[in-house]
């Protein structure tokens, strides 16, 4: 079992930044790929990036590739999402979630794929 818990959101201008993080409870952090979705209000869950267990491998939505980037601490059970030049439309709660595989499979864009989720952190982009 892993609990995740995020941190780092809140409330942020066009073209800011803020770093979010997700701290994993347990020891075997470093087997598990880790990924970010988003959710934003009135519409479903998406798939923004995914790392694998050693952060060789990493997939990114179309929506963020080149201004967002996810890397991980295997010694500190924390997995982050680097978010600059954020966007209006990048308004959404983030969420963490750890696939039981050290890769993060064919299918890494899909919330299958994941086993364990987190609550949440709101991140909101002012105009």
């Known amino acids: 079992q892993v609990q995740l818990v995020e941190s780092g959101g809140g409330l942020v201008q066009t073209g800011g930044s803020l770093r979010l993080s997700c701290a994993a409870s347990?020891?075997?952090?470093?087997?598990?790929?880790m990924g970010w979705f988003r959710q934003a209000p009135g519409k479903e869950r998406e798939f923004v990036a995914t790392?694998?267990?050693?952060?060789?491998?990493?997939y990114y939505a179309d929506s963020v590739k080149g201004r967002f980037t996810i890397s991980r601490d295997n010694a500190k059970n924390t997995v982050y999402l680097q978010m600059n030049s954020l966007k209006p439309e990048d308004t959404a709660v983030y969420y963490c979630?750890?696939?039981?595989?050290?890769?993060?499979?064919?299918?890494?864009?899909?919330?299958?794929?994941?086993?364990?989720w987190g609550q949440g952190t709101q991140v909101t982009v002012s105009s």
């Open positions: 790392i694998s267990w050693s952060s060789v491998n990493t």
């Open positions: 347990g020891r075997t952090f470093s087997s598990y790929a």
């Open positions: 979630a750890a696939r039981n595989a050290r890769y993060s499979g064919s299918y890494y864009y899909r919330e299958t794929n994941y086993d364990y």
